[in-house]
Antibody, heavy 120, light 107 residues
Framework: EVQLVQSGAEVKKPGESLKISCKGS????????IGWVRQMPGKGLEWMGI????????RYSPSFQGQVTISADKSISTAYLQWSSLKASDTAMYYC?????????????WGQGTLVTVSS | DIQMTQSPSSLSASVGDRVTITCRAS??????LNWYQQKPGKAPKLLIY???SLQSGVPSRFSGSGSGTDFTLTISSLQPEDFATYYC?????????FGGGTKVEIK
């Protein structure tokens, strides 16, 4: 069974760093792109960036370039999203998802989401 | 960047109604269009890929159509479990944008 399991909810202060994770199982982790999506409270879905764990090819949305870092450790089938200095505006739910070429590049499996709250 | 515009942003419907949601791309995306359902507090779920292909396990009351710039998601007979927010998303480009969403509410 394909699964993406994300790390738990985080409460942080502005200026702190954070790294959240997304662990894949039940499929060849190195053969599918993994993407990260932000959903701010009551709002829609925004792509932040994607990574191909096979070779760590990473692409960022212009809105998030320089604001976050996406990485992957294929030895443990885990992708990461990290911030070096959080802002209150980073408060959101973050989802990882898998992209499938055979489904027209649709995103077929999603993690359960990681809620990040940034507050002083 | 390719922009995706959904309409309506919300609608009220009754169980058994036929519901149609439209999505327009700012330029041609061929058939690289996907539809997702999201319920409160849950991750999005892929319903339709490549404009008209039903994802495995999705009920046949959901269907998609269109190509180029104009697309439609249809729910043939709305069920209680279908009340949710629906998003289109283009996969023509690598980080294909989502539409703004359509919230389907109970009438």
């Amino acid at each position: 069974e394909v699964q993406l399991v994300q790390s738990g909810a985080e409460v942080k202060k502005p200026g702190e760093s954070l790294k959240i994770s997304c662990k894949g199982s039940g499929y060849s982790f190195t053969s599918y792109w993994i993407g990260w999506v932000r959903q701010m409270p009551g709002k829609g879905l925004e792509w932040m960036g994607i990574i191909y764990p096979g070779d760590s090819d990473t692409r960022y949305s212009p809105s998030f370039q320089g604001q976050v870092t996406i990485s992957a450790d294929k030895s443990i089938s885990t992708a990461y999203l990290q911030w070096s200095s959080l802002k209150a505006s980073d408060t959101a739910m973050y989802y990882c998802a898998r992209r499938d070429e055979t489904l027209g590049w649709g995103w077929d499996y999603w993690g359960q989401g990681t809620l990040v709250t940034v507050s002083s | 960047d390719i922009q995706m515009t959904q309409s309506p942003s919300s609608l009220s419907a009754s169980v058994g109604d036929r519901v149609t949601i439209t999505c327009r791309a700012s330029q041609s995306i061929s058939s690289y269009l996907n539809w997702y359902q999201q319920k409160p507090g849950k991750a999005p779920k892929l319903l339709i890929y490549a404009a008209s292909s039903l994802q495995s396990g999705v009920p046949s009351r959901f269907s998609g159509s269109g190509s180029g710039t104009d697309f439609t998601l249809t729910i043939s007979s709305l069920q209680p479990e279908d009340f949710a927010t629906y998003y289109c998303q283009q996969s023509y480009s690598t980080l294909g944008a989502f539409g703004g969403g359509t919230k389907v509410e109970i009438k």
